[in-house]
């Protein structure tokens, strides 16, 4: 079958005939019909993550997968359109049992640990699969930047206040998924583009000037001259953590969903007297993962997909790189 594989870092994907995927105990074989491409890929490509996960090459990447069935499995039949919950866990530790196995210690992530969906077929844990209907392509990024974005959401809703750093696909989601219950929200970023796009469907937005002296909080306060009850950092960058809490309402949350390796400097006191709260974003638990399916299915949100094909997946990287794309790059095999 043909494949994009991850042999090097800092070098192009290979894209090349490999094995048809081995089905281990538990698992099924799908038919892979379209493959997001997240900014954790891109990661990995260019070797920024190198020591930070347990990789080990050549492996092929992509965990964001809808797919079909190619026979029948246990709690699925041959045919069957499905989407991937990425992490796998151990199934017993207190994490894996609160239906989190994003947290678990040995947790395995399909396009990281175990070959992904950069190619025909792979095959998963059946287990981790949920039903889905409609286009693929739409579909794939709710394995990913969908999940998180709900996870980054939660018990958000009618009139907060939310600040949103960032204008990439989870950021998107988070921003439209908030619009729909009714949340105040309020979009940074520094692409025109990307901004332009989050008006067209209804996300006041502030654009951060790269030459501006100020950062993006400030550049945000200094537009709304307000303080919001939750800012989502969708960056993690040090433009955006920096000074980042200072937005915050009494009582605020700040919730990290990007992971630019930015560090956050914050005084005690700051956390104390206002009584601030700081949460990391990882994924999302598997009730996200149905949360997330069933919001979609209402029509909270658009994916905004940017489709490749498999042979085009490294002008697919640069384009994010260069930060051209607009929503979400799916590969389609």
Known sequence: MRAAVFKEEGKPLSLEEVPFP???????????????????????????????????????LGHEIVGELVEDGKRFKRGDQVILYSNIGCGT??????????????????????????????????????????????????????????????????????????????????????????AEILMGGRNPAKLAKAEELGIPT???????NMNMSQTLFSYSQR?????LDFV??????????????REGELRIVGEFGGFLNVPEQLIVLRGLRVRGILY?????????IKAYEQG??????VPYKLDEINEAINDIIEDKIIGRAVVIP
């Not at 538990?26 to 260019?46: M, S, T």
């Not at 993690?236 to 309402?249: K, N, V």
């Not at 909270?300 to 997909?305: C, E, I, N």
Request: charged fraction near 20%; hydrophobic fraction near 40%.
């Open 22 to 60: 081995q089905r281990n105990d538990g698992e099924v074989i799908l038919k892979v019909r379209a493959a997001g491409i997240c900014h954790g890929d891109v990661h990995l490509v260019l070797g920024e993550w190198n020591g930070d996960l347990s990789i080990k090459l050549p492996v092929i």
């Open 93 to 182: 530790c207190k994490y894996c049992r609160a239906e989190k196995p994003q947290y678990c210690e040995n947790v395995k992530v399909v396009g990281v640990q175990m070959n992904g969906g950069f190619a025909e077929y792979v095959s998963v844990p059946e287990s981790y699969l949920f039903k889905v209907e409609g286009d693929p392509i739409k579909l794939a990024p709710l394995a990913d930047a969908g999940i998180t974005a709900f996870n980054a959401t939660n018990g958000i809703g009618m009139g907060d206040s939310v600040a949103l750093l960032g204008t990439g696909a989870v950021a998107f989601i988070a921003a439209q998924i908030l619009k729909s219950r009714g």
């Open 206 to 212: 502030v654009l951060m000037k790269r030459k501006d």
């Open 227 to 231: 303080k919001f009850d939750y800012v």
């Open 236 to 249: 993690g960058a040090e433009s955006t953590l920096q000074d980042s809490m200072w937005l915050l309402s």
């Open 284 to 292: 999302g638990s598997m009730n996200d993962m149905k949360g997330v």
């Open 300 to 305: 909270s949100f658009k994916t905004l997909p």
